[in-house]
């Protein structure tokens, strides 16, 4: 078994690859597990999600991230700042198109998606 630094809070594949969200940042890893790269945070990631090419990312200061997978590294696109309380849940439309975002204070905001 493979460790990351902080507690494990959400695990997606993308390209080929697996994204692991912690308490501490957010970690790339090959399918061997071998870290491959890391997002240092400012933010408390909660959960998160992909449609195959955006990852979303919730985190316990009410917001949410997009990032674009790089190669092996993931690159910051936007970050939604609208919720009154921790994210506690993020999941894609079937298509990509919109996401859904859940929330400690039991709202659920979908959000279309253009990118």
């Given at each position: 078994?493979?460790?990351?630094?902080?507690?494990?809070?959400?695990?997606?594949?993308?390209?080929?690859?697996?994204?692991?969200?912690?308490?501490?940042?957010?970690?790339?890893?090959s399918k061997e597990g071998?870290?491959?790269?890391?997002?240092?945070?400012?933010?408390?990631?909660?959960?998160?999600?992909?449609?195959?090419?955006?990852?979303?990312?919730?985190?316990?200061?009410?917001?949410?991230?997009?990032?674009?997978?790089?190669?092996?590294?993931?690159?910051?696109?936007?970050?939604?700042?609208?919720?009154?309380?921790?994210?506690?849940?993020?999941?894609?439309?079937?298509?990509?198109?919109?996401?859904?975002?859940?929330?400690?204070?039991?709202?659920?905001?979908?959000?279309?998606?253009?990118?």
């Amino acid at each position: 078994p493979n460790k990351v630094s902080g507690g494990p809070n959400g695990l997606v594949a993308m390209g080929g690859n697996l994204v692991v969200t912690t308490n501490k940042g957010i970690y790339v890893m090959s399918k061997e597990g071998e870290e491959l790269s890391k997002v240092a945070t400012t933010f408390t990631p909660s959960c998160c999600a992909t449609n195959g090419k955006v990852l979303l990312v919730g985190s316990k200061e009410k917001k949410v991230t997009l990032y674009a997978m790089k190669g092996t590294k993931l690159e910051q696109l936007e970050e939604i700042a609208e919720h009154k309380a921790a994210i506690t849940c993020v999941a894609w439309s079937a298509d990509g198109s919109r996401f859904a975002v859940g929330d400690s204070s039991r709202e659920i905001t979908m959000w279309e998606y253009t990118g």
